[in-house]
Nanobody, 111 residues
Framework: QVQLVESGGGLVQAGGSLRLSCAAS????????MNWYRQAPGKQRELVAT???????TYTDSVKGRFTISRSNAKNTLYLQMNSLKPEDTAVYYC?????WGQGTQVTVSS
């Protein structure tokens, strides 16, 4: 079990970029799947991106080509680089590993 703390959210104009970070309290080396989820107001939480221990990545269709998930096992940190942001990307973003969740970080994209 690890504690996860997200950071990097904020308010940005459409077309802008943000980089989210998720710092883990312990080693993530042995964690196979690490994920970013998001939840917009009135909507269900959705899986945005996944990265495996080996570096394989998958994305939901709406963010493909704009978002990049990465991890640093040395720093015990998960990242989400978000480019070409759209108003529909507005949500609280959560990192997840196994059964552990961070508290979330708000991303707001203005039009």
């Amino acid at each position: 079990q690890v504690q996860l703390v997200e950071s990097g959210g904020g308010l940005v104009q459409a077309g802008g970029s943000l980089r989210l970070s998720c710092a883990a309290s312990g080693s993530i080396f042995s964690i196979n799947y690490m994920n970013w989820y998001r939840q917009a107001p009135g909507k269900q939480r959705e899986l945005v991106a996944t990265i495996t221990r080996g570096g394989s990545t998958t994305y939901t269709d709406s963010v493909k080509g704009r978002f990049t998930i990465s991890r640093s096992n040395a720093k015990n940190t998960l990242y989400l680089q978000m480019n070409s942001l759209k108003p529909e990307d507005t949500a609280v973003y959560y990192c997840n590993a196994r059964n552990d969740w961070g508290q979330g970080t708000q991303v707001t994209v203005s039009s």
